[in-house]
Every structure is written in structure tokens, then in C-alpha cells.
């Protein structure tokens, strides 16, 4: 079954662009990546899905259900994360946890106690006299309390401390392994590379690359690092270089025996070879001229 497809699926506000003939399928049980940087589509798409707005053409189905036809039977189903948590202003956590779940029409008493425990949520405090990163807590034990088939979560970590962003994927793999389809919108390339199994990728609009995300990942271009003294100047196919006192590291994806000729004429007391992680491959799709490696 198929959680989430599109077709063809087109926003524009007026004259903008938001997205742009988007194809996109994330099967049930998957935990789906949906890379860009801000203003690259990602939010429009979310909405769209969750029929927060209607597309200007094409189609969103979510369950085999159409977003602008079942919108209310979808959204039972959905745990919806914002990037932005906002919430009515004087109200306690455990009332906004309660308001939650009763417009689902659902006792989450005893997950939401068990989400709070585990994120170190105060229910007994007001809402307004709380960080970013609590109200960001609020708004996951809102997402997740009702046990949904689906998570949209859409740049999901902002405002959390590294023990709670770990503790929030933890939470989300156990999900993911009870048979809840993940899709996690984020520009955190290392959140997409240790948790997702496959991945998009979203540049004005439109999706430029899909697949595992072991294929995003694979590049002809190797990660070079030389200590020692050597000459790049007259060697093609580098780029992305960083130079420090005593060491030069750059991407490289020319020939290798020019490379080896370049390094055997100077001096290299070490050599370290490596595959680019996701972040490097993601660049290189946003680069001006090009959108393949």
C-alpha cells in the first residue's frame, strides 16, 4: 500500500512557484527523506498533502485516499509536526495534550504520559513560559500520542538539544519498526543519511533526484586528503578544496592518473581516500550548472 503518491502535483501562488510537477511515491512502512534547502518546496508540499491547501493542478493521494476529497478521514491517521509550534497562549501543556487528542476523539492518556517521560515534558506549565525547544516537545507529543499510520514532520529538530533530537529519533525508529510510515522533511543531510532508507531531492520546486539513499550517496568523485606539499593548479576535476597549514583536502573527480602523477611530484607524508558523505553529494545537486554528479 502506498501511503503517500503524487502526481504531477503543482502549487503556485499567483505568479510564484510554489511546486512544480512533483511525482512522489512512499510506500507503507517507510521511513521516506524529503531534502531542500528553505524556499525549495518542502513546506508547500506538506500542506498540500495535508490539504492545509488545495494544489492548482495534479493529484496528492494519501492511503489511496484523495487529500482534497477525504481530507477528514486521511487526517485521523496523520501525525503532523510543524516546523513552527504555536499554540493558544495561557493554557497548560496537559490541556493542549488533552485538547489534542480529544479532537481526534482518542484517550492518549497513557502514551502521552509515556511521551512526556521521555522527552522531560512539564505538563503543569504554561505554554507561553516556555522555550523553543519545549513548545517543539509539546507539539511531538502532539504528533505522536494518537499512534499514527503516518508522520509528516517537517524540519522536525529546530529548538531540540542534541540529547533530545536523539531521543526524538529513537522514539521514531521504535514507530518505525511497529509498521508507521515516517516522512521526514529536512535540510539536516545527517538526520536523512542515519535514519532514512530512501530520500528526494527538491530544488525550486521541482524534484531533481530520488532514490535509495545509498545511491544519492554514491558519486564518481572521491574525498582527497593530502598532508604533506602538492600542486593542484594544472589538475582538472577538483573542487571543493580546503587548505589548512599542513594538509589539502578537495573533492576529486578527474583521472587517476593524473592524480597519482600530481601527488608522486610532491610531497605526501599521508593520503586518505574516501566516499563524499550526503552532504557533499547534496551540494553538488544545488550547484548552478548542474544537477547530476
Do not use: W
Not at 7 to 34: H, M, N, P, S
Amino acid at each position: 500500500m502506498e501511503s503517500i503518491k503524487t502526481t504531477k502535483l503543482t502549487k503556485y501562488y499567483g505568479k510564484a512557484r510554489g511546486i512544480e510537477g512533483l511525482d512522489l511515491t512512499v510506500t507503507q512502512g517507510e521511513f521516506f527523506g524529503f531534502i531542500g534547502p528553505n524556499g525549495a518546496g518542502k513546506s508547500t508540499t506538506i500542506r498540500t498533502l495535508l490539504g492545509l491547501i488545495a494544489p492548482t493542478s495534479g493529484s496528492a493521494m494519501i492511503f489511496e485516499k484523495d487529500v482534497t476529497k477525504e481530507k477528514e478521514s486521511i487526517l485521523r491517521d496523520i501525525g503532523y509536526l510543524p516546523s513552527e509550534a504555536l499554540f493558544y497562549q495561557g493554557m497548560k501543556v496537559k490541556d493542549i495534550l488533552k485538547l489534542s487528542a480529544d479532537l481526534r476523539k482518542k484517550d492518549c492518556t497513557a502514551e502521552s504520559k509515556l511521551l512526556c517521560e521521555r522527552l522531560q515534558l512539564d505538563t503543569a506549565r504554561k505554554i507561553d513560559e516556555m522555550s523553543f525547544g519545549n513548545r517543539k516537545k509539546v507539539a511531538i507529543v502532539c504528533a505522536l500520542q494518537h499512534r499514527p499510520k503516518l508522520l509528516v514532520l517537517d524540519e522536525p529538530t529546530g529548538g531540540l538539544d542534541p540529547l533530545m533530537q536523539k531521543e526524538f529519533f529513537d522514539i521514531l525508529r521504535e514507530r518505525n519498526k511497529t509498521g508507521a510510515t515516517v516522512f521526514l522533511s529536512s535540510h539536516v543531510l545527517s538526520e536523512i543519511q542515519r535514519n532514512c532508507t530512501r530520500a528526494v531531492i527538491i530544488r525550486d520546486g521541482r524534484i531533481i533526484a530520488q532514490g535509495s539513499v545509498d545511491d544519492l550517496s554514491k558519486t564518481s568523485a572521491k574525498r582527497i586528503t593530502v598532508h604533506g606539499s602538492i600542486h593542484l593548479e594544472n589538475l582538472s576535476g577538483v573542487r571543493d578544496r580546503k587548505d589548512t597549514k599542513d594538509s589539502v583536502s578537495f573533492l576529486y573527480s578527474g583521472d587517476m592518473d593524473s592524480l597519482l602523477r600530481t601527488l608522486s611530484s610532491g610531497q605526501v607524508n599521508d593520503l586518505t581516500i574516501t566516499e563524499p558523505d550526503l552532504e557533499e553529494v547534496f551540494l553538488h545537486y544545488y550547484e548552478k550548472d548542474g544537477e547530476t554528479v
